[in-house]
């Protein structure tokens, strides 16, 4: 087992980056701690107090037992009553059925005329439980009207603490990607398929993706760009289907249909899948060829 004292610095800030992104938040002791006898130990010494505190005042248990049953009852009586009687416990909020979240996300998606009013309609949703664990809403960023709109799966831990689609390390990856083809952040329209970050950056569950699909569906139809530039592996099987991995979807020109509109898409690799091995970037770089060479015309589109 290696030891943090025999990385360097260097080896030691990236280990570092790899465990944030992978979604660690907490460090571990040096030795293993059992936290439930620990609990089990804090729990006896509490249960000792309070037997030796009833010890020590047994003597005046019978007089302090009449004076609160002659106490009246607006001062000292009433307090005694109301630490007797039982504390009401609120019941735990019930889960929204996924159907019902569905339609939901489907009626407030519609209702959004404009990119701001999605944005806000999504800030008031409560129907996905990933908004529970996430820091916030990470929204699209960039041309509201644009050519272009590049599609990832969902916020990692940089973009929920930056609130902004493609922080971090993966962003600046992107920068070059979008820069290798000549384009910059601000000429495209970011976004995720997910717009909160799950635990961990696990994959969402099928339900999660339903109730998240009308959002990012209306924030394409509200945006309308010509292309889509669609990134990794949960992406590309949320807009192509099936069960392919990014490396049998990417590079080839598909369509899209949203809000009545075909709409040209081409899938690549992520940023972060380049970023962990980067001599990926040589498939990426082709991939990015052949969507700026369909951005200019020159490949035949699926109609």
Excluded: Y
């Excluded at 290696?2 to 571990?28: M, N, P, R, T």
């Excluded at 290798?180 to 909160?196: A, E, F, M, Q, Y």
């Excluded at 945006?223 to 949320?238: D, E, K, V, Y």
């Amino acid at each position: 087992m290696i030891s943090a004292a025999d990385l360097q610095a260097a080896e030691l800030a990236a280990l570092l980056a790899f465990h944030a992104d992978a979604g660690v938040e907490w460090l571990l002791e040096d030795r293993p701690v059992d936290r439930i006898a620990e609990f089990e130990a804090m729990r006896a010494a509490h249960a000792a107090r309070q037997g030796q505190r009833q010890d020590q005042g047994g003597g005046d248990a019978t007089a302090r037992s009449a004076e609160g049953r002659q106490a009246p009852s607006g001062t000292a009586g009433t307090r005694n009553a109301a630490r007797a009687a039982p504390r009401e416990i609120a019941a735990p909020a019930v889960a929204m059925p996924d159907g019902q979240a569905v339609a939901e996300a489907s009626a407030a998606a519609a209702g959004a005329a404009t990119l701001d009013e999605l944005r806000a309609a999504m800030e008031r949703f409560g129907g996905c439980n990933l908004k529970n664990s996430a820091r916030g809403l990470v929204f699209a960023q960039g041309n509201p009207q644009p050519p272009i709109m590049v599609i990832g799966p969902m916020p990692n831990a940089d973009d929920d603490r930056e609130g902004l689609p493609f922080s971090g390390r993966q962003g600046a990856m992107l920068d070059r990607m979008l820069a290798g083809i000549g384009l910059v952040r601000t000429d495209v329209l970011l976004s995720n398929v997910i717009p909160w970050r799950p635990p961990g950056n696990r994959v969402p569950s099928a339900p999660e993706s339903d109730i998240c699909r009308p959002f990012i569906e209306r924030q394409i139809a509200l945006a309308a760009p010509n292309h889509l530039l669609i990134l990794g592996n949960f992406a590309a099987r949320f807009f192509f289907g099936g069960t392919q991995t990014i490396h049998q979807m990417r590079g080839e020109w598909r369509q899209v249909e949203i809000g009545g509109r075909k709409i040209a898409a081409l899938a690549t690799l992520h940023p972060q899948d380049l970023v962990a091995a980067p001599v990926s970037k040589r498939l990426a770089w082709q991939d990015l060829l052949a969507f700026r060479a369909g951005l200019a015309g020159t490949v035949e589109r699926i109609d």
